[in-house]
Nanobody, 128 residues
Framework: QVQLVESGGGLVQAGGSLRLSCAAS????????MGWFRQAPGKEREFVAA????????DYADSVKGRFTISRDNFKNAVYLQMNSLKPEDTAVYYC?????????????????????WGQGTQVTVSS
């Protein structure tokens, strides 16, 4: 059974930085698409960033391009999200997600908005 556990959220002032971590357990996800979604209060869950895994591609929501960077450590079975130049509108619960199929199409279920695996989420609050 795959589990995703996020950490690194917190309260930060606008313009600051945070680094989210997601540790996967249960099996290796090194070839699976993994990424991050977020949900702000009163809003729908939205895509933030993704790493394709075996293909080595990354993708970002337009709202975070140039500010956020996704990376992964396959040895540690982990994925990270470095968030710089944070804005109050980045305030949300951030979820680590993954597709269940190694070597699948570039984004797998992440492209559908309904990834196979979800973490419990970590709160990021950006004050103005």
């Amino acid at each position: 059974q795959v589990q995703l556990v996020e950490s690194g959220g917190g309260l930060v002032q606008a313009g600051g930085s945070l680094r989210l971590s997601c540790a996967a357990s249960g099996r290796s996800l090194s070839r699976n698409p993994m990424g991050w979604f977020r949900q702000a209060p009163g809003k729908e869950r939205e895509f933030v960033a993704a790493d394709s895994g075996s293909g080595g591609s990354t993708d970002y929501a337009d709202s975070v391009k140039g500010r956020f960077t996704i990376s992964r450590d396959n040895f540690k079975n982990a994925v990270y999200l470095q968030m710089n130049s944070l804005k109050p509108e980045d305030t949300a619960v951030y979820y680590c997600v993954a597709d269940s199929r190694p070597g699948t199409t570039t984004w797998g279920t992440l492209a559908t908005g309904v990834p196979d695996y979800w973490g419990q989420g970590t709160q990021v609050t950006v004050s103005s």
